[in-house]
């Protein structure tokens, strides 16, 4: 027992060790896109992120900050760090579960019993630790677990939950006779509260936990009595998810309102009185339990006991919340509005079992529950959240079909569903027929189990042709002819030959034949965490990313059966290789060519340890701006690395970051109000009561053919008035706010402005007394009041900019009025007289401070550097780096100046060259400038690199079985060839316009079609 049990924990941190120098050599040293600044933000001063939070995240996250020792560069890098050690541990606690199931196996102990006392001979340890190696680093070098591993994100942690409750739980088989084993049972409620404040994936593995403890305890199971604990144990789940996580929360809500309100008791009675009865309660189930003797009770109350204090990571939120500090969404402060964070409502929902499809017609809205906020000396009704009411008949069993989505209902049609439009006889308006209950079915197997389950578990297995969105496995037989150079150079093109998929076969059907139960407790950790979660989830036909990372506990699940796969291949060899020792040696050797495969193809794409690109995005976005600045920017890619910028390195703190999508809600208008570091509270005029939620929402457009334009001021005063004349009935009888016409005005007072110095001296005939635009909307959003409001208070005295990745139509027609300057777009009162809306091309271009921001200010690093791996998500910022370098390029063109301009464009292209960065839809712009500049030569090679790479994607996504799913890239191969096509007849290149034109005309009717 000795000796193998010291293997077995030498080999574990051996394996541990292999993990752990795989992902911090392939760290990412700053912060990667979409959630990781937000996370290694908040972590660093432990903030408040998007709901429903992370506290035991952050918490761990700020410990590995501080061994930055106030290195702020090396605080993403530590925090970053935390995944890849959280991964490192799910392999090790991987390995152990492995070898415990292995074991069985192997000495031919088949269920649920404790053999920690039987020693396996050398011939067999060497089996079970081989199994062990094979699987642990199987799920290692996946493609989804080792993305997660190497960033600061919440999935990585979620796994280790996952892998430790398990490894738990397996422990607590083998010490169940033992009079103490319930204390397993506690600890495993206790990290599953833990892992409430990770995520909630976790919660999924109870149900096979739950057939471990049945088995178990039972001493004669039944599928009967399997089935009843499956379903106790989903009960369970949903108690965990519903009762615990936001119910004892709104209970508590529930009384705080009723004491406060109706009783009259000062603020947080409520509260203390359901703490109080809480309390008491469970200390009655103690001593009831002890009363009548029952361990069954007791060990319940303790794991409830347990779970909550696991949970109570939680308390972090909203004390850190009524500190105000700078990153705070939501603002859940106290109870109920914790409660609103906890149920992430400003997300919405969408139906699970039953619910309406797209096609469903809403009959008439209801107000539902108030929404309370603390007021003065009570809780004060805020709003009445509105629900939509749609008829029976409308209503399915497993929605599925549900978006009205005009683009989710495009959609759809590819994955099988016949979406028809019909005309009502007695009205005569048109809608869509109901989907049928098959089409619901099939777009739930084809697609959402399909696509977005199978094929990522694929990616892991057998092989991902690619990294663009929408990738297909790679099978064993496929090649590189007649593939796009997209697709075909990509470094994540990843070809494993089933090898990995075929061993875990081999695995899964040995484990049945040989171990029913505990078959059968993998199968439904595989389920729950894999396909279980599809149903929950009830994905809309598309994704602005890729969801792989969701499913890595069925990854993980599956890296079991890898494992044991080893065994399945050991007894396959039984009738060649009669030493066991020699046979174990053979089967090792062989499996582990799965993970040295997946280790061989997927390191260059998992390698970031040298990408800088999304913390350079941001910093340079941030020093495309003058001092004070006031910056409005979408979501995710485009505000978190600047969060991650400011918070943690203290780049640019006098610029206020407005994310626009929040500044739809009161508690971002109250933030903005408030200084945050170098930065003062925003100009914002308008009172809470204007603007809190419920409140001018959105503005319709209601025409008075009397008013032919508007005063902004005038009409941000009768906004503040709420004044009748612009009030209009709605169909409820509630009156909104609109506005009488789409002609806006602002009066500017030139001489202040030119006392200021804003006017550069070469516009200096371009400012205007008056700004006029139209605001060319049906209705004007909180975002865009608040726009407005400012535009109308500042005076000028803070610069004003959009994020040129800004939607456009958030830009209110405003265009004329930009100035570029970097990667933004300011707000001036100088009128650009060559604005064209159909170039496409916003705000004047002033060459020198251009130039400076561009050449001397952004850092671009290792954007030139071949041996890198850019993925799409990457590669977008860059393009637009050279959209505002073609900018900057033609305006010296345009000036006569072209020494400057040939200066710019050489030094886009040294900066970011074909090689590293491929050219994108962007790069034809250049070809007028360059044959301007003498480089006739490059324009050629820019021209024809891009017809031929349009060409050749556009020929196989022609072709490609599922080449409908490529519409964004299709549609940018489309772009590149109008913009080459137009290039060409530009500088009088007669051959290759007609070639662009002639591929133009042969794919544009596949597409109209």
């Known amino acids: 027992m000795q000796r193998y049990s010291r293997l077995n924990n030498l080999v574990g941190w051996l394996v541990f060790a292999v993990a752990t120098i795989t992902y911090l050599l392939t760290l990412e040293p700053t912060a990667s896109f979409w959630d990781c600044g937000e996370f290694i933000a908040c972590s660093y001063k ?71 006392f039987a020693e396996p001979t050398a011939g067999q340890s060497v089996l079970i630790l081989g199994s ?24 990585a942690m979620s796994s280790l939950c996952t892998a430790v409750v398990v490894w738990l739980m397996l422990k607590w088989e083998n010490r169940a006779d033992e009079y103490d084993s319930d204390k397993w049972l506690i600890l495993i409620a206790y990290v599953m509260g833990l892992s409430i404040g990770v995520h909630l994936l976790n919660l999924l593995a109870i149900p096979a936990l739950g057939l471990i403890y049945y088995f178990r305890r039972t001493n004669t199971p039944t599928w009967m009595g399997g089935l009843i604990t499956l379903v106790v144990s989903s009960i369970i789940v949903g108690l965990i998810l519903v009762g615990i996580i936001p119910g004892l929360p709104s209970l508590a809500g529930a009384l705080e309102v009723y004491f406060v309100n109706s009783i009259g008791l000062p603020f947080n009675s409520g ?135 005009p683009g989710h209902i495009q959609q759809y049609q590819k994955w099988g569903v016949n979406v028809r439009q019909q005309q009502d006889p007695e009205t005569g308006q048109t809608s869509y027929a109901r989907p049928t209950m098959g089409e619901n079915l099939g777009f739930l197997f084809r697609y959402q189990m399909g696509h977005m389950f199978w094929r990522y578990f694929m990616w892991n297995f057998v092989g ?82 890729e969801r792989d990372y969701t499913f890595t506990g069925a990854t993980y699940a599956f890296a079991i059966w890898i494992g044991l796969g080893v065994l399945g291949l050991a007894e396959l060899l039984r009738s060649v290789v009669k030493s066991d020792g020699t046979r174990g040696g053979i089967a090792v050797a062989l499996s582990l060519l799965a993970p040295a495969l997946m280790a061989a193809q997927g390191w260059n794409d998992h390698d970031r340890s040298d990408r800088y690109n999304s913390v350079d995005s941001a910093k340079n976005l941030l020093n495309s701006l003058q001092p004070n600045a006031v910056l409005f920017t979408n979501g995710d890619n485009d505000t978190f690395p600047l969060w991650y910028a400011q918070e943690v390195e203290g780049v640019r703190t006098d610029v206020r970051v407005a994310v626009l999508s929040y500044l739809n809600t009161d508690w971002y208008i109250d933030q903005m109000k ?25 503005l319709p457009f209601a025409e008075n053919p009397a008013v032919k334009d508007v005063d902004l001021k005038q009409f941000m005063q009768l906004v503040e008035q709420n004044s009748p004349l612009l009030q209009v009935q ?106 064209d809306p159909r170039s496409g091309q916003e705000g004047f271009v002033e060459k020198s401070l251009m130039y400076d921001i561009m050449m001397k200010r952004f850092a671009y690093r290792n954007l030139d550097r071949a041996d890198i ?20 390029a033609q305006s010296y063109v345009d000036a006569g100046d072209n020494a400057k301009a040939k200066e710019v464009m050489d030094y886009c292209f040294k900066v970011m060259p074909d090689k590293s960065i491929p050219y994108d839809y962007y790069v034809p712009q250049f070809v007028v400038p360059l044959v301007k500049v003498g480089e006739t030569q490059r324009a050629n090679e820019i021209m024809d690199t891009m017809t031929n790479r349009a060409q050749q994607a556009l020929a196989y996504y022609n072709t490609a079985p599922d080449g409908a799913l490529f519409d964004m890239e299709v549609q940018l191969n489309l772009l590149t060839l109008q913009s080459v096509y137009r290039a060409a007849e530009q500088v009088g290149d007669r051959a290759r316009a007609t070639k662009a034109l002639q591929l133009l005309q042969q794919y544009y009717p596949q597409q109209g079609g």
Do not use: C
């Not at 642990?136 to 999935?155: G, K, M, P, R, T």
């Not at 042709?465 to 090649?479: I, K, L, N, R, Y």
């Not at 075929?502 to 040989?514: A, T, W």
């Open 46 to 116: 432990l903030l408040v992120p998007h709901p429903p939070g992370a506290p035991t995240f952050l918490l761990l996250g700020r410990l590995f900050s501080l061994l930055s020792f106030g290195d702020v560069t090396k605080v993403s890098v530590m925090v970053n760090a935390l995944s890849a050690l959280s991964s490192s541990f799910t392999v090790l606690f991987l390995f152990w579960s492995i070898t415990m199931l292995a074991k069985k196996l192997v000495l031919r102990r088949p269920g649920m019993h404790d053999d920690r």
């Open 132 to 155: 062990g190696v094979v699987g642990a680093l199987a799920l290692a070098f996946s493609d989804s677990f080792w993305f997660n591993a190497v960033e600061a994100e919440v999935y």
């Open 271 to 405: 509260l203390i009185f359901f703490l109080i009865v809480f309390f008491a309660l469970l200390w009655f189930g103690f001593r009831y339990s002890k009363q009548r003797q029952s361990r069954l009770l007791n060990t319940a109350l303790l794991s409830l006991v347990f779970i909550l204090i696991g949970y109570s990571s939680y308390l972090i939120i909203p004390i850190r919340s009524s500190f105000l500090p700078t990153i705070n969404e939501n603002t859940p402060n106290d109870v109920l509005s914790f409660v609103s964070y906890l149920k992430r409502e400003q997300y919405g929902d969408r139906p699970l079992l039953y619910g309406p499809q797209f096609s469903a017609q809403p009959y008439d809205q209801k107000e539902g529950a108030p929404r309370y906020v603390r007021g003065t000396d009570k809780y004060e009704v805020a709003e009445h959240r509105l629900e939509t009411l749609y008829r029976d008949e409308d209503k399915v069993l497993l929605p599925r079909l549900y978006s009205p989505d």
């Open 464 to 545: 991902r042709d690619s990294d663009v969105q929408q990738a297909g496995v790679m099978w064993p037989t496929e090649s590189k002819t007649g593939l796009p150079e997209r697709l075909a150079d990509s470094e994540a093109r990843n070809n494993f030959f089933a090898i990995p998929l075929l061993l875990g076969i081999v695995g899964l059907f040995f484990h049945v034949r040989r171990d029913g139960t505990n078959a059968l407790m993998v199968g439904f950790l595989f389920l729950f965490t894999g396909l279980a979660i599809v149903i929950y989830l009830n994905q809309p036909p598309i994704e602005p990313r």
């Open 674 to 698: 408030r200084r945050a570091y170098k930065s003062q509270p925003l100009p914002i005029s308008m009172e809470h009561s204007v603007y809190q939620q419920g409140t001018n929402d959105y």
């Open 730 to 835: 709605t169909q409820s009888g509630r009156p909104l706010l609109s506005f009488p016409t789409r002609k806006f005005y602002l009066n500017i007072d030139t001489a202040a402005v030119k006392q200021m110095g804003l006017v550069p001296a070469d516009r200096q005939n371009q400012l205007v007394g008056r700004m006029e635009w139209d605001m060319g909307r049906g209705a004007i959003e909180k975002k865009n009041l608040v726009i407005l409001d400012m535009l109308a208070t500042n005076n000028w005295q803070r610069p004003i900019y959009f994020s040129s990745t800004v939607n456009s139509q958030d830009f209110m027609n405003l265009q004329p009025y930009f100035q570029l300057e970097g990667l933004a777009y300011r707000v001036l009162p100088l009128k650009d007289p060559n604005f």
């Open 869 to 888: 791996f850019y993925d799409e998500n990457n590669l977008r910022f860059p393009a637009n780096y050279r959209d505002k370098f073609y900018r900057l």
